[in-house]
């Protein structure tokens, strides 16, 4: 397997686990097109990026598009950025190291007004040897 998929797998397993699962937040990766149901809900892409240490190793972030209410303010994103946090932040899932998360602020989603967006993100290390 190669590194960008090991990466990939390493962080559905997250979203897939129980433990996510009892958390009740809905995630899909970025390129899933079906109905997501009513918000809350989280979108999630992994973004290479950087130079690499070799050719066995790579470096990112994880974008997680966190989608609520629009008009239940700041509150019920926070709370999931911070659900994020406990599952993700300095944490080692398979061979990815994850790091410190930051959350922009909440804007209107420019597709479907009725629905608040912001980004967390999480930088991560996946360190192979070539």
Do not use: C
């Amino acid at each position: 397997m190669g590194k960008y998929r090991a990466v990939t797998d390493d962080l559905f397993s997250v979203f897939a686990s129980q433990a996510w699962r009892d958390e009740g937040v809905k995630v899909f990766p970025s390129a899933f097109d079906g109905e997501k149901g009513d918000p809350p809900y989280v979108r999630y892409t992994v973004v290479p990026s950087g130079d690499p240490l070799n050719s066995a190793s790579t470096s990112g972030v994880l974008l997680a598009e966190i989608y609520t209410a629009w008009g239940e303010g700041p509150g019920p994103s926070s709370d999931i950025a911070d659900t994020l946090d406990r599952h993700l932040q300095h944490r080692a899932v398979g061979g990815t190291q994850l790091f410190s998360s930051s959350m922009d602020r909440q804007t209107r989603d420019k597709y479907n007004q009725s629905l608040a967006r912001s980004i967390y993100s999480l930088p991560y290390s996946r360190f192979g040897v070539a």
